[in-house]
């Protein structure tokens, strides 16, 4: 190489040096405060850059698996933040950062690290719940088991949901000093602050156990046709403190949880959604029965609602003027069961009113033929009067 070359080459690397040197210098006038959250922040970038790759990877190749698909997609979020906690917890020694700030900073990563455990947990609650009823079709007629375990699995999950986040809340308040001593004064103590904060809270935890005796018990089940307070509905919701009930007009009803382990009410899907319905008519006593009750047959086979099952016609009642017929039908379902004994009620008036119209209820006087003497007893009182 010819001397000019040389020449130009130490030049160059005199100029680098300098832009170094000035560089370092800059350097050395920044906190090392800033110059730590940057080294951090920087590390984080690329952590998650590499994770959002790992994550693409693996979704393309498990792309067959639903279930998989599934779990990573939930899971994408807490092994993010669970990546950039062990990151952070890795460099914080090596920073230069202040005792104090460092300090602060590992209170603030402890009170993460416990929101990413109850994460965790309200995401494998989740996720167990599904895994439990892959195998139950809500949808599906006659599904009294795949309801029950519904409402077992709901409250259940919603139950420890809240579990979670009241430990999860109280494990990371418990990382301030001031907090933690408030609070194990608070419960220490026995006197009346103790007795306000136990009468507080005794709708909550009664609501609680309330809502384990119900998915154990099962008394209701979500869909279940009910009578609650006078009113006709089906249990739309469960939740941890309250029922939703959906009545026939599409109101809705709520009802506390203790509502169910402490007061009557009936359940017509109890063991199956099969039902009986009555339908009440009053007729007079002239009405042919057996006419009626082969219109009622006829009626019922002719319905797509009658689950052929039973269909009968019965004298239940008779009074000084009329006779009680009591239609007995049955159904698939509350519901269908409710139109079809509108449906019967319907037809057998029209029957008798165009068939039979004598036996529709009539109201009878007797009219009395005078005789001679009682008009001559009639006109003496006249004129006595």
Known sequence: MSATGRGDREAELAFFDNILAQGLELLSTIPGSVVGIAALALAVAVVLA????VAALLRRALRRRPFVQTLLARSYGPSRLALVIVVIAVLLPAM??????????VRLLGVVFVMLLG????IAVDLGAAFYMRGYRVEMPNNVLARKHLTQVRILKRTAATLVVVVTAAAALMNFETVRQYGVSLFASAGAA???VGLAARPLFSNLIAGVQLAMTQPIRLGDAVIVENEWGEIEEITSTYVVVRIWDLRRLIVPLTYFIEKPFQNWTRENPDIFGAVMIHADYAVPVDRVRAKLREIVEASPLWDRRVAGLQVTDATDRTIELRALVSARTAGEAFDLRCEVREKLIAFLREVHPEGLP????EIAEKTPEDATAARLADGVA
Not at 96 to 105: E, I
Not at 362 to 365: E, T
């Open 119 to 122: 994460w965790i947990a309200l």
């Open 194 to 196: 103790g007795l306000v």
């Open 50 to 53: 590499l994770h959002a790759v």
């Open 96 to 105: 230069p950062f202040d005792s104090r700030l460092a300090d602060v900073a």
């Open 362 to 365: 009539h109201v009878r006087a």
